[in-house]
């Protein structure tokens, strides 16, 4: 989306610059709420731009959930631990299992119940991610 802000760094970046780019013009506490939002799927119209996560407008609308729980890998905030929950339970597993490499980076043992689920999960991927993530919490 279009706002007043400031324009998001370079396209291509990796999101590991990307997000630190973003906290430092954005503030960290901003971009931890907005990614919160995202993977909720309240996005807002004043929102910072989606190259702030790599993203673009004209992806399909799971993305942004995706890029919410990535921007979260790098940006975090305890605040958002129910989103994270939230984001092991979607509906694309693409989203799941970002969700799951939150888990691990953050070693996040609460949702350690959500994340032995997941190792019975349709999707390969989201199995493999999940029995990782087990190991780091």
């Known amino acids: 989306m279009t706002t007043g802000r400031p ?3 370079p396209r291509g970046a990796h999101p590991r ?3 630190a780019s973003a906290a430092e013009v954005l503030g960290e506490d901003t971009v931890a709420d907005w990614c919160v939002r995202l993977v909720l799927g309240q996005e807002r119209a004043d929102d ?10 004209d992806w399909a609308a ?3 959930r995706v890029w919410g729980a990535r921007g979260l890998l790098y ?19 693409r989203v799941r299992e970002m969700g799951l490499k939150v888990v691990r980076a953050h070693g996040l043992s609460e949702l350690t119940g959500e994340v032995a689920d997941l190792r019975k999960d349709d999707n390969a991927r989201v199995r493999a ?5 087990l190991r780091s919490t």
């Open 48 to 57: 910072p731009d989606l190259a702030w996560l790599g993203g673009t407008e």
């Open 17 to 19: 610059v990307l997000l």
């Open 75 to 93: 940006v975090w905030d305890d605040s958002a631990l129910a989103a994270v929950s939230v984001a092991l339970r979607d509906e694309h597993w």
């Open 7 to 9: 324009s998001g760094p």
């Open 62 to 64: 799971y993305w942004r």
């Open 129 to 133: 991610a999940a029995e990782r993530a």
